[in-house]
């Protein structure tokens, strides 16, 4: 740089040297506000969309299972004796009316999750046009019981457990695979993708070079030894680096959190494993990965304090060699 300094004049040299670091410092905040926004954006959309869905899921089945078997393994023969609960008790109470339309409610809210796209969630609408079917089948058993029917009332009972195990459950199994993509799309971001850091790394490493270069070009031509305005913005630029790197040094708990969701949502589930439910500790990493704590807003602030210092640093030398001229 030395030569080249020598070959340009110095108020020239200063304002190029002030532009530069200028660009260096808005292309930071671009490069580092979109990255940060992008990364944390996907880890909120884990935390806010994908855990309730798989929590939701887990719910709905569990409860649907836990009223089929209920009313599957009542007996329709009031004389039948045993230890087995009657059917006409079991259904005359109207509780799986209540369970079937919590379900439906249920899916009516996995349904607006911003999970895969409307495609992909118009496996929900179809369970829950099933369950409608299935509770219409359990009505049927229940009136037939209340002619005598118990035979007829058997048959219904088993049609509407069928569907229940071979449709609804299916339907949401397969939804548990829509699941599973949006977390892999969500822990595949571009935005969270090693090459974005370049975004912002460039011209941070730029920066930071430059601000020495202006440092030992000042201190050359001035004979001063430390420009303090430069100086603190140096300090600054390497905090902003710091702070739009933040979506880099959470990664491992943003890696952990979707980990242990793949493991829930790639087990396999019957009617003996049902789908899990993520436990607390689960939960919370996945909020903590999500959480930017806001600093998103002291980026664009911390940014314009720098150009303030920069123009601040060589303003002052500006004015100095303006006075010393000729």
């Not at 992909?120 to 037939?144: F, H, K, P, T, W």
């Not at 607390?280 to 807003?297: E, F, W």
């Amino acid at each position: 740089m030395s030569s080249i300094a020598r070959s340009v004049p110095t108020p020239k040299m200063l304002r190029r040297l002030r532009i530069a670091l200028v660009v260096a410092v808005v292309a930071m905040l671009v490069g580092g506000l979109s990255t940060f926004l992008g990364g944390y954006a996907a880890a909120a959309s884990v935390a806010d969309d994908v855990v309730p869905s798989v929590a939701g899921v887990s719910a709905v089945w569990r409860q649907l299972r836990d009223a089929d078997s209920r009313i599957s393994d009542c007996r329709t023969d009031p004389a039948g004796g045993g230890d087995t609960l009657d059917c006409a008790g079991v259904l005359a109470s109207g509780e799986y009316r209540g369970v079937v339309a919590d379900a439906v409610q249920r899916l009516a809210v996995l349904a607006e999750r911003d999970v895969g796209d409307d495609a992909d969630r118009q496996v929900l609408r179809v369970a829950q046009g099933l369950l409608i079917r299935y509770l219409g089948l359990v009505e049927q058993a229940n009136l037939s019981l209340g002619r005598g029917q118990g035979v007829l009332a058997g048959a219904y009972l088993r049609y509407a457990s069928d569907l229940l195990h071979d449709s609804v459950l299916t339907e949401l199994d397969g939804y548990r695979k829509v699941i599973d993509a949006e977390l892999a799309e969500q822990r595949d971001s571009t935005w969270r993708a090693p090459a974005s850091t370049l975004l912002w790394l460039l011209p941070l490493a730029s920066g930071l070079a430059l601000l020495v270069l202006t440092q030992l070009y000042l201190a050359g031509r001035f004979r001063r030894r430390l420009n303090v305005p430069l100086a603190i913005a140096t300090v600054g630029l390497a905090g902003l680096g710091l702070v739009a790197g933040q979506p880099v040094l959470t990664g491992g708990r943003f890696a952990s959190a979707t980990a242990g969701l793949e493991r829930l949502v790639d087990a396999p589930a019957s009617d003996a494993s049902q789908p899990a439910a993520p436990d607390r500790r689960l939960v919370d990493l996945t909020h903590a990965a999500a959480d930017s704590h806001s600093l998103q807003y002291l980026m664009p602030l911390l940014a314009l304090a720098l150009l303030a210092l920069i123009v601040a640093g060589f303003r002052e030398r500006l004015r100095e060699y303006e006075f010393e001229s000729p």
